[in-house]
């Protein structure tokens, strides 16, 4: 088994960060309106990539640049600008669908990875875009012994990308599914004029949905699921099956997720990869990283349709069923290096010896710890309320201006009867 890249989102700086702490070998994130997430996520600019470049690569961190949505006419030369920008600042490659995007980036020399909206099903479709290529995501519709007989015909067809080596296979390892082929749904269009696939998605399969008879006018409420809004995928819990077909790149979903989602879920994966790259990889462990995974957001697990099994696996409540939340709880006014220490303002709630706390930044990333004592005053005091000022000990360096949220355990909603 070769090396496993684990390929982790980021959809603003603070989680750009929380990729790295988590253990990321490469980040995907998008710019301007040109890819899939353009609504549901802040997204970069231009001007935001050589800095992005040069702190990945100070990391040994790849970055991987999304410009897959369908493009326009009109959408063209902002393309050839961003590939353009792409080239000059160091970004490591493109992930791309539109045929336009992938022809042009290929005459510049920027290395192309073929998005899942290719909807890459079979070893002709690998043959093909490996002319283009050096990565293929493979349709997230695939049963793992079909993933394994396209990375076998790779390697026993010797096939290779433009960079001369084997063509590398990505699949998506962990987070939100769309009811859709390989994400190209026209729900969002056909209700409200708003294409997913131009970014825009507006998420209405996620809603609850009544059934009205055309023949009567009676009208059904669909209990306790919602029918178009699968669980979130998750294959932690056969990650040494899914690693034995011989894919090389998990992708996590999640550029429009918090900043602690993206380190949890990134830190997991890239243990529970290297425990199977070792033979550690166990029951219990599987357990611990799972209840991890559940703290943050989620829509519920399952595993997809890699285990050969049919779509059947829907949410059952609105929202996320994770069992811990964040509650803003104030910001950092002052860092002091040398002694570890955080001088805080508590705006809302209090905060006392023993509450978990996440501090997040643009720059810091995500900082989890458990508050153990705090100075209000310079004198020990039992908490600090709303309005007081107070000083903690940090498990990592901070920032003035980062956000301290209270991380509390958190009642999972349960549907309705």
């Known amino acids: 088994m070769g090396t496993i890249e684990i390929m982790a989102p980021a959809g603003d700086h603070a989680s750009f960060r929380a990729a790295i702490q988590g253990g990321a070998d490469a980040i995907y994130f998008g710019v301007e309106q040109l ?213 090389t790149v998990l992708k996590i979903e999640g550029r429009g997720r918090s900043p602690e989602y993206v380190q949890t879920v990134t830190r997991c994966y890239r243990e529970a990869a290297t425990a199977v790259q070792e033979g550690t990889f166990t029951p219990e462990k599987v357990a611990a990283w799972m209840e991890r995974l559940e703290s943050v957001y989620n829509r519920g697990f399952w595993d997809g349709y890699y285990l050969g099994r049919r779509l059947g696996e829907w949410s059952t409540v609105y929202g996320s069923a994770a069992t811990r939340q964040k509650i803003f709880l104030g910001n950092v006014l002052h860092y002091y290096p040398k002694a570890g220490v955080a001088h805080l303002r508590v705006k809302a709630r209090e905060l006392k010896p023993g509450d978990p706390v996440l501090i997040i930044g643009d720059t810091t990333g995500v900082v989890e710890l458990t508050v153990a004592s705090l100075y209000v005053d310079e004198v020990p005091a039992e908490k600090a309320v709303q309005g007081q000022e107070c000083t903690i000990t940090v498990s990592g360096k901070v920032r003035a201006g980062d956000k301290v949220y209270l991380w509390e355990s958190r009642e999972v909603p349960v549907a309705s009867a």
């Open 35 to 247: 890819n899939m997430r353009a609504r549901a996520t802040n997204n970069f600019t231009l001007d935001d990539l050589p800095e992005l470049a040069a702190l990945a690569g100070t990391h040994g961190v790849k970055t991987y640049l999304t410009l897959n949505t369908i493009l326009y006419d009109h959408d063209l030369p902002l393309m050839r600008k961003v590939i353009d920008t792409v080239k000059t600042s160091g970004i490591t490659a493109i992930i791309a669908a539109d045929q336009a995007a992938v022809s042009y980036a290929f005459s510049r020399g920027v290395e192309v990875h073929m998005s899942t909206q290719v909807n890459i099903s079979n070893i002709e479709m690998v043959r093909f875009y490996a002319h283009f290529a050096d990565v293929v995501v493979l349709a997230r519709e695939l049963s793992l012994r079909q993933m394994k007989y396209i990375v076998e015909q790779i390697r026993k067809e010797q096939i290779t990308g433009p960079s001369g080596e084997l063509v590398r296979v990505e699949v998506f390892a962990h987070g939100a599914l769309c009811m859709a082929v390989s994400g190209k749904c026209y729900l969002s269009l056909h209700a409200y004029n708003s294409s997913a696939n131009r970014g825009a998605c507006r998420q209405n399969c996620r809603h609850s949905y009544t059934v009205e008879s055309t023949e009567d006018g009676t009208t059904l409420e669909v209990d306790n699921e919602y029918i178009m809004s699968p669980k979130d995928l998750c294959t932690l819990n056969f990650l040494d099956e899914l690693l034995d077909t011989g894919v």
